[in-house]
Structures are given as structure tokens and as C-alpha cells.
């Protein structure tokens, strides 16, 4: 029963808070601040390293209401993850006071990612009154810079790039008034005391500064030229949209042939000329996250086709920072946005290097004396079964942790080779890094490199294991393997970090079947894996089912030619007779002397791995149907089979289930046999059946293959990760497929289902592995 006001004891007490999440650098100071003042109560409030504290004094009715309240109002963009409360006699405090900010204590505040423009802002941008009116660096508590600027915790001026930038009166009244938004935003500025923009040419020599700048920069967008635009966490390289040649120019330039480029519009208005944007689209689209969204694409986008050739999706985002909002509206028209790198190298983040960098690809640069102290590419995301899905996790996300069910011990992992990111433990957080890229350039490894100093400087920990991929060639492996004798290493194998990274976003501990489909991951048995089956945990995993292995002629080569990956299918299924004409089989694929060479590697076993990929099946069937004999990117044939499939069509594809070979004591695994399915594709190509009828009967054959190997399994959840999951065709379907059938669908969302995830995995399953050990 609640005590009447009389009952309620008089005598003043102190309550302590201790708030942890992301609280720092959202105005959480400030709102304690004005929320202390309206109920009168003295005390004070700080940030360290590990949160904000909260002491007030007062009666205990009103504390009470004041710690509801702390919970309740808090502000919009603070991720609150606990609030612990303690008791303590009053202090006798006689005002309140927001105490400048201690080094002290472990580092666990989390570090917010960078956050879109909020409409305050955007509006005093846009307003020819106010003093910051087309001010590219406008920001408040509720918008702006964080991850980007950082150099270390708590998050204070004096800790970011901002530092160097002393406030000018105004913004100093600003900042020191709580009344206002930009009290105590930490990096303000205006066009008197903050950083500036400038344009140059591609020697480097000054060509304007400030609005001058800007409209030059639209000037030579219209002009068809290539900008190079440092925006927030690096460079960005732009064109004109429109304009066909110019974007050719920039993709033979950037050495970037195939991949789809991503757009940036100056609205959600924009937005809706181009693609269809539902109001779950809408909502992202505009969210202070603001990823690359692929979005359908509306038959008259107004969008030269060299954008995203062949491409039924248009990836689209808004703009992010004024200075984006400011180019936009100068000039109008969507323009051409993607990484300034060359090919998958990371993002440039300096002037200077970026002079020398992308000297080449761009015409002129704009650029400003904000530092970037570390690099965040763009999020790329999709919407699939009815929510937004990340595929590259970056900007807006990063470095938001995975928080898990348990304490860890400090973990780094490294990762994959392909899309890298990597992870590390702190208290029942994974941290997992922004986008890192392809380790394949000095540049990645470099920036990998100092991913890892920078996630262990920022948290102030010392790994006790690092995890790495079981391929003994990726080169994460092999920086990881070169610190034998340093902390303990610990290999995870490919798909099983896929698999825990699944499960460990969905909060799952206990055992499900994983379904883990990509195009290349190291095996326990040295082959090379990706269609796979395990059932399991973070403990350990069982592979209960698999493609029916083949060879892949020229190994690597296989990735780039999807041709080949037909011809080793064809040569399994009919040994010397996949080399002999006529037919829709291998001799249409290839010339006769290609054709020699290869059948005499195949015949020897020469440089032909044996794998179970389900990425090189997809790739063997856009092959024989005629789509990419070779490719410019991984997965560009499975993407272009995928956009083909008539999604009427309801036919699939028989897949045979056999009985593999058991390893000593454990049952036998299910073999999942392709042979009538590529026997079928064969037969519909030869009887001229539509190529969409056949792309839709092979992703539904594939569903249904799935779906007969979990209920032979037997186990209730199944999560779905791996590459392959970035097909929305055979995502979509195959999730439905299993709920029908009564399993509970674990999919990924925050964390990507590519290579992008597997640092996650890693770090849960080294973690399994060393309580294990521990007798936990
Ligand atoms: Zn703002
Ligand atoms: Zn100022
Ligand atoms: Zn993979």
C-alpha cells in the first residue's frame, strides 16, 4: 500500500546513481542538470570512464521521483544500459553542480557512433538569420561527430579533434548555458571560432574557403567532374548521378568495374523519384544512423545506368553532416557517393594522404581542418522479412557493443580475410569494430593494424586470448599467428563462428542448428567449406549435413570465373564426359584448349581443392545458364542469378539427401546431393525453359533441401547465417519455409550475416573455449 505524505519520512537523505550505457556526449549531464534544478534537490553529477554519477540530497519521495524521471525522460539519443542506485546519509549539499569529468576508473562508458544532422540543426543551417546559416560543422547534444573525433575516454572537448578549436564567446555562452541544446556539446563550433572548408585542386593548391568552397564544389559536380569530398569519418568520392560518362569515368578510375555504386539524395523526396521507399525505409532512411539503404529501384529513376548496372536495387542515403546537406542542396541532383579508396582498400581520412591517394580519381577535393581520428565507411543496410538488416556495419552503428548473456574475459578477435572487422570483450560487452575491409593491400593491414591498438587504447585492456580464422593463409590468421607466445591463441573455425555470431545477436546460448552458407571458409578437414549444416553451441558444433563436395579447378581462380565452379560440378557428376561437346554442359563455357588444361588438373587433382561452397553452386548455375562466366566481384553471378528468378515460379529443384561417411563414433552427416538438381538445370536449359523459371526452381529447390535437413535434424531453432543470406530470394523464402515447418528462425540484424560478423562469433566461441578449460 503506498504511505500517505504524513508517513513519509522528512529527514533529507543522498541518493547515489550510477548510470552505464552510452551516456556521454547525448546531453545526459545536462538533463540531470535541469531536471536537479526543477525539483530543488543540491548535489551534483560527473562523467567518467565508466558512466555518469549522480548524487543529489533531498527528501526521499523526491528522489524517488528524480530517479524515475532520470530513466524516463532520458535524452533521445542515450543508450541506457543500468542504472544502480544506493542510499547514503545526506551530504548537505547546497546547489547543484555538474563536476568536471574524471580519468579515473576502468573504461567501460560506451563510445556513441557518429549521429545524423538533427532537424534543429539542419533548420539553423538552412535559416539566412542565424549566425551559423550554412555552416558546415553545426552540430548540438542531439547530432553530430563522436567515434569519428575521439581520441580517448571520457568524452570531453579536450579529448577529440576539437580540442584545438577555442569556443569564441557566443559559443562558449552556449555551451556553458544548460538552458541551451549545445550545453556542454562538446564539439560546437561556428564560422568564427570552428573548422572551415576549402577547395582545392588535385595538386593541392587552394581554389576557395568557406561558402566559395561549397559553390565550387557543386559547380564542378554539374561540370561532370569527381569530387573528393572529407566528410565525417573519411573521404568520399562523388559525381553527378546523371551523368553516364562521368560515372564511367569514375568507376574505370577507382578500378571499381561492377559493384553497384551508392547514391546520396538530398531528401526522402529525392529519395522517392528513385526507389520505393516504404515507411519502414522511410524511418532509416532518415534515422540518425542514416545507412546506405538498397532500396527498389523505380523504373524512371532518373539515374544513369552505369550506377548499378543489371541491378533491380539502388543503395541510397541521405545526408549526414551539414556539410552533405549543404552540397545537396546546392546542387540539386543525386549525386554518386562512394569510399574514397581505391578498389576495397579503407576509406582515406587525411588531405594529405588522400591528395595522394585518390590524386587520380578525383578533379578537385573539398576538404576542411576537422581531423578524422579514426576512419568509419557508410553502413550499408537492406530490409528483408520485416526489418532493416545491416550488411556492412559502420557509420551510426559502430562501436556500439553485442551485449551478452555473460561476463567475458578480454578477447580480441581478428576476424575474417574478406570484409573484416574485428572484435573485442570487455565485462558482458563485444565491441565490435567499424568496417575494416579486404585484407589484401598494405593499406587494409595497416588500418586493421590500428583498429586493434585503438579498440585496446580506447577500453584500456590487455587481451588474454586472441581468436583467429582456422585458414592458415588469411592474413588476420597470420598477424594473430605471429603473436605466438603473447597472449593464447585460439582457432575458430569459419562457419562456426558464423553460426555463435548468430546466435550471440539473438541472445541464444543454448543449442540450435546453424544453417552457415558462404563461399569459402577453412574447414576442420583442410577442405574448403560453405555449404554446411552444424548443429551445436559456443562450445563446439557437430557438422550434420553438407553439400556433396566437388572440385574447384584453379581454386581461387574458381572465385572470379563462376565457370569453372560449373565445370567442377559437371566433372563430379560426369567425369570425362563434362569435357566433351555438345551440349549445355562445360564445352559451351569454355575454348577447347582452356578446356584441355583444365580436364588435365582435374584428371591429376592439380591445384583442384575439394569444397562443399554453396556460393561456387550459385555461381555453376549462373554459369550454365549463361549469366558471368567471369566475374568482377564475389558474388556478382549469384546476385545477377537471384535478380532473374521469376518469383511466381513454384517449381524447385530436386536435392537428394544421402548418408555421408561418419567420423569414428559420431553419426553418420547428411550429404546433400546436387547432382538431379544440376541434372535438372541442364535438361530445363537444353529444352529452353526461361532462364527466371530456372534461377526461381534452384533457389526454391535449395529451400526445400533446408528445410528436409532441419526436420532430420530434428532441432527446433535454426539460425541462418553466412554470405549467401545476403540473397533476399533465398532468405526470405527459406525463413518462411522454416516457420512453416515450426522451427523458430534466428536471423541476423545488427550484425552482418557476411564475413563482416564472423570477429563476434569468434570471440564467443574462444570464450566457450576458455571457460571450458577454466571449469566454468
Ligand atoms: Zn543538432
Ligand atoms: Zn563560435
Ligand atoms: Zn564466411
Known amino acids: 500500500m503506498e504511505a500517505t505524505p504524513e508517513e513519509q519520512p522528512v529527514s533529507p537523505q543522498r541518493l547515489r546513481l550510477e548510470v552505464r550505457g552510452a551516456v556521454q556526449g547525448v546531453g545526459f549531464r545536462p538533463f540531470v542538470f535541469r531536471l536537479a534544478g526543477e525539483l530543488a534537490l543540491p548535489g551534483w553529477v560527473l562523467n567518467d570512464a565508466r558512466g555518469v554519477f549522480i548524487e543529489v540530497d533531498g527528501p526521499r519521495r523526491t528522489l524517488e521521483r528524480f530517479h524515475e524521471r532520470i530513466v524516463s525522460e532520458r535524452p533521445p539519443h542515450a543508450l541506457v544500459q543500468s542504472v544502480e542506485a544506493a542510499w547514503l546519509p545526506p551530504a548537505g549539499f547546497t546547489a547543484f553542480e555538474i563536476r568536471h569529468s574524471s580519468e579515473a576508473g576502468v573504461k567501460t562508458a560506451l563510445v556513441l557512433p557518429d549521429l545524423a544532422t538533427c532537424p534543429d540543426c539542419l533548420a539553423e543551417v538552412l535559416d539566412p538569420a542565424e549566425r551559423r546559416h550554412g555552416y558546415a560543422f553545426t552540430n548540438c547534444t542531439n547530432c553530430g561527430p563522436r567515434f569519428t573525433i575521439l581520441y580517448e575516454l571520457p568524452y570531453d572537448r579536450p579529448n577529440t579533434t576539437m580540442r584545438g578549436f577555442v569556443l569564441c564567446v557566443e559559443c562558449r555562452r552556449e ?75 569514375l568507376r574505370e578510375r577507382k578500378l571499381r568495374l561492377g559493384k553497384p555504386l551508392a547514391l546520396m539524395v538530398r531528401d526522402l523526396g529525392q529519395a522517392r523519384e528513385l526507389c520505393e521507399v516504404s515507411d519502414l525505409a522511410a524511418e532509416h532512411l532518415a534515422s540518425v544512423e542514416a545507412p ?61 594522404r588522400a591528395l595522394q591517394r585518390l590524386g587520380s580519381i578525383a578533379d578537385v577535393f573539398l576538404v576542411h581542418d576537422r581531423a578524422i581520428e579514426r576512419h568509419v565507411d557508410d553502413s550499408v543496410a537492406w530490409i528483408a522479412t520485416g526489418r532493416m538488416r545491416l550488411l556492412r556495419r559502420a557509420r551510426g552503428f559502430a562501436p556500439l557493443p553485442v551485449t551478452v548473456k555473460r561476463e567475458l574475459p578480454v578477447i580480441l578477435a581478428v576476424g575474417a580475410h574478406l570484409k573484416n572487422t574485428v572484435a573485442l570483450s570487455v565485462g558482458r560487452q563485444v565491441f565490435l569494430s567499424q568496417h575494416i575491409g579486404d585484407l589484401e593491400t598494405e593499406e587494409a593491414m595497416s588500418a586493421f593494424e590500428r583498429v586493434i591498438v585503438d579498440f585496446q587504447r580506447l577500453y584500456d585492456v590487455q587481451p588474454v586470448a586472441i581468436a583467429h580464422d582456422l585458414h592458415p593463409d588469411y592474413l588476420s590468421t597470420r598477424w594473430a599467428l605471429a603473436r605466438a607466445g603473447g597472449p593464447r591463441l585460439i582457432g575458430v573455425q569459419h562457419h562456426h563462428a558464423h553460426f555463435v555470431s548468430c546466435l550471440a545477436e539473438n541472445g541464444v546460448e543454448g543449442r540450435a542448428l546453424g544453417v552457415t552458407w558462404d563461399g569459402t571458409g577453412y574447414g576442420t578437414d583442410g577442405t574448403v567449406w560453405g555449404g554446411e549444416f552444424l548443429l551445436g553451441d559456443a562450445t563446439g558444433f557437430e557438422r550434420v549435413a553438407h553439400l556433396r563436395p566437388f572440385l574447384l579447378p584453379g581454386g581461387d581462380a574458381a572465385v572470379r570465373e563462376p565457370r569453372r565452379a560449373a565445370l567442377g560440378l559437371l566433372w563430379e557428376a560426369q567425369g570425362e564426359a563434362a569435357l566433351a561437346g555438345p551440349g549445355p554442359g562445360a564445352a559451351g563455357l569454355f575454348a577447347d584448349a582452356e578446356l584441355k588444361v583444365l580436364g588435365r588438373m582435374l584428371n591429376r587433382g592439380l591445384n583442384c581443392p575439394v569444397t562443399t561452397s554453396m556460393g561456387r553452386l550459385f555461381d555453376a548455375v549462373a554459369a550454365i545458364v549463361g549469366l558471368h562466366p567471369s566475374v568482377t566481384f564475389e558474388g556478382e553471378a549469384a546476385m545477377a542469378l537471384e535478380w532473374l528468378a521469376d518469383p511466381a515460379e513454384r517449381g524447385a529443384y530436386p536435392v537428394d539427401s544421402l548418408s555421408g561417411a561418419a567420423p569414428a563414433g559420431a553419426r553418420p552427416p547428411i550429404v546433400l546431393d546436387w547432382e538431379p538438381l544440376l541434372e535438372a538445370v541442364l535438361e530445363d536449359v537444353q529444352r529452353g525453359v526461361p532462364r527466371e523459371r530456372i534461377s526461381a526452381r534452384f533457389h526454391n529447390g535449395l529451400v526445400r533441401a533446408a528445410v528436409a535437413v532441419a526436420g532430420a535434424v530434428g532441432e527446433e531453432r535454426v539460425a541462418l547465417s553466412g554470405g549467401c543470406f545476403q540473397n533476399r530470394l533465398l532468405t526470405e523464402r527459406l525463413a518462411v519455409a522454416l516457420e512453416q515447418a515450426g522451427h523458430i528462425v534466428l536471423q541476423h540484424a545488427l550484425v552482418p550475416p557476411n564475413d563482416g560478423g564472423v570477429s563476434l562469433g569468434q570471440i564467443v566461441v574462444a570464450a566457450a573455449q576458455l571457460g571450458i578449460e577454466g571449469g566454468d
Open 292 to 352: 546506405i539503404l538498397l532500396l527498389p529501384r523505380r523504373a524512371d529513376a532518373p539515374v544513369a545506368a552505369e550506377v548499378a548496372p543489371g541491378n533491380p536495387y539502388l543503395g541510397v542515403m541521405l545526408p549526414s553532416t551539414p556539410l552533405h546537406h549543404l552540397l545537396l542542396n546546392a546542387c540539386g541532383f543525386p549525386v554518386v557517393a562512394t569510399s574514397g579508396n581505391l578498389s576495397d582498400e579503407p576509406i582515406c581520412t587525411n588531405e594529405y
Open 175 to 249: 555551451y556553458e548555458d544548460p538552458r541551451d541544446r549545445r550545453f556542454h556539446a562538446q564539439p560546437i563550433g561556428c564560422p568564427v571560432c570552428g573548422p572551415v572548408i576549402a577547395l582545392w585542386d588535385a595538386s593541392g593548391a587552394g581554389l576557395a574557403r568557406g561558402d566559395a568552397a561549397l559553390a565550387g564544389a557543386a559547380q564542378a559536380l554539374s561540370d561532370g567532374r569527381i569530387l573528393a569530398l572529407k566528410g565525417l569519418g573519411g573521404f568520399h568520392l562523388m559525381c553527378d548521378a546523371r551523368d553516364g560518362a562521368a560515372v564511367a569515368r
